[in-house]
């Protein structure tokens, strides 16, 4: 519990860094979570025993900021759900049913500006005694930047943060995929993903010198696992020849004749793929044929 509290009291005190002053009006996703966090807090209901707060939320976007989350919107939705679920853990709040998050795009926002629905429900299973009916949700407007003027509703100042803070509170994204001279082929959801000449692959190599069914690569709990599958011509890390290894950033792998390079990387919510933070040491190790 101390430690949960020691997070929201980190987010609290965020202050502005170097990526959210080059992109100061950008909505970013630590901002919709502080932003959502609020309404909960302000939508709270005290019942007898228990204090209920918002579990289903709705976030308001405008038309471009909602195209520049639309790449990682399927992981940030999860992790403001999860984050959600921790406030409310910290809090002592009672959730009647878990969190729910959506996002819609709103016309009459400007870019920069960003809405958050909170309501109360039950869902569609047995009401515990005491529980407070529905709400209908209340909507409070948020800005990513002071204004000269202040009207009711809105919450001016809201701040940006560098995407190393992002990191340390799961809100940046994980970008894992594998470069090869065709293009990238992005490793999402929880594999195993194929490598081979064969099109039933997820990842197609069109070489003569890669077999139907080359390799795999495999996420494991510490990382990432690459397995050749008793092809032909064989599987290199780095120039050496295995049957099942580890594999980190930067790492080259070769099937057959074709070269490719696993990059794994977390990306911070203002800044681009080239400028992402890397998940591992790029240094070279030693390799073990043997496997692990």
């Not at 609290?12 to 009006?25: D, H, I, P, T, Y």
């Amino acid at each position: 519990m101390g430690f949960l509290r020691s997070v929201e009291k980190r987010m609290e005190s965020l202050v502005e860094g170097v990526f959210g002053r080059a992109f100061r009006k950008q909505v970013h996703p630590v901002e919709i979570a502080k932003g959502l966090t609020k309404q909960m807090d302000e939508n709270r209901m005290v019942s007898v025993s228990r204090t209920y707060a918002p579990n289903d939320f709705t976030i308001h976007l405008s038309k471009p900021d909602a195209e520049s989350i639309q790449a990682y919107q399927s992981a940030l939705r999860d992790e403001l759900i999860q984050y959600a679920s921790t406030h409310a853990q910290s809090k002592s709040y009672h959730l009647m049913t878990p969190p729910r998050v959506r996002f819609v795009t709103e016309d009459s926002l400007r870019f920069g500006e960003f809405g958050v629905t909170a309501k109360l429900t039950g869902g569609t299973g047995p009401r515990a005694e005491g529980a407070p009916e529905d709400t209908s949700g209340q909507t409070r407007i948020f800005r990513t930047e002071k204004t000269g003027g202040d009207s009711q509703g809105e919450d001016q100042g809201t701040s940006a943060i560098s995407a190393e803070e992002a990191k340390r509170h799961g809100l940046a994204r994980e970008t894992v995929e594998m470069v090869l001279e065709d293009g990238s082929y992005p490793l999402e959801g929880s594999g195993p993903w194929s490598v081979g000449r064969s099109e039933e692959n997820d990842i197609v190599v069109q070489d003569p010198n890669v077999s139907r069914r080359h390799a795999r690569l495999v996420r494991s709990e510490n990382g990432f696992v690459v397995e050749d599958l008793g092809s032909t011509n064989g599987t290199l890390l780095d120039g050496a020849p295995i049957d099942r290894e580890r594999i980190e950033n930067g790492d080259e792998l070769t099937f057959g004749g074709i070269t490719a390079r696993f990059v794994r990387r977390m990306d911070g919510p203002s800044s681009s793929p080239q400028r992402g933070q890397d998940f591992d040491d790029p240094a070279p190790r030693k390799k073990d044929s043997g496997g692990r």
